[in-house]
């Protein structure tokens, strides 16, 4: 099955710097990758997403880079403001076959943002 | 955007007794919903697919009897947590996809059993 990998783990960035944080995938066959922003007791808020026959996709400060060659994609947010502190996760899925419908999540980067 | 609400937001009940959770689409269809369970400052773990009409698909070391899954239409499923005990006590999570790729997630349901 996929298996994604997230680091780092946890990253503390300066307010009004950049932050970047990565994914691995396995499965070649996985075509979308969305990212999630989990504030301390809420859900999951979709943040961004990207399907493979895209290599880079921006919404206002937040952009998510994909290598499909490579297996890899990241999120960067630039101009990081206190609010953007929360948990941040990547997931990967399949376009078709068994697990198709499954996002496989990685184990989350805590972002703080230091005033 | 899609919003996926869940009811109650949290809930504590005495072990033995059974509790429901409910997880609507508010502006969408959608095809397929998730149940998730995390614990504290870790990742997701996916407990059940449901679509609607069909039985659920729980994934493996996930007790079908003990977490009923009822996806009734295209925008309501609930997770129903029978005979609870101390170690159900987590945040579980709803999610729903619409018809395209996208995937929802709900606030949450934070229960704790005493």
């Known amino acids: 099955g996929e298996n994604v990998e997230q680091h780092p783990s946890t990253l503390s960035v300066q307010e009004g710097d950049s932050a970047v944080i990565k994914c691995t995938y396995s499965d070649s066959a996985s075509n979308y990758f969305p990212w999630y922003k989990q504030e301390l007791g809420k859900g999951p808020q979709l943040i961004i997403d990207?399907?493979?026959?895209?290599g880079e996709k921006k919404d206002q400060r937040i952009a998510v880079t994909l290598n499909k060659t490579a297996k890899h994609f990241s999120l960067h947010i630039t101009e990081t403001q206190p609010e953007d502190s929360a948990v941040y996760f990547c997931a990967a899925r399949r376009g078709s076959g068994a697990g198709s419908y499954q996002l496989t999540f990685g184990k989350g980067t805590k972002l703080s943002v230091i005033p | 955007g899609a919003v996926v609400s869940q009811h109650p937001s949290w809930v504590i009940c005495k072990s033995g007794t059974s509790v429901k959770i409910e997880c609507r689409s508010l502006d969408f269809q959608a095809t397929t919903m998730f149940w998730y369970r995390q614990f504290p400052k870790q990742s997701l773990m996916l407990m059940a697919t449901?679509?609607?009409?069909?039985?659920?698909?729980?994934e493996q070391g996930v007790e079908k009897d003990k977490f009923l899954i009822n996806h009734a239409s295209l925008t309501l499923s609930t997770l129903t947590v029978t005979s609870a005990h101390p170690e159900d006590s987590s945040f579980y999570i709803c999610?729903?996809?619409?018809?395209?790729?996208?995937?929802?997630f709900g606030p949450g349901t934070r229960l704790t059993v005493t």
């Open positions: 999610s729903a996809r619409d018809q395209g790729t996208a995937q929802y």
């Open positions: 990207i399907r493979s026959n895209v």
């Open positions: 449901s679509n609607e009409g069909s039985k659920a698909t729980y």
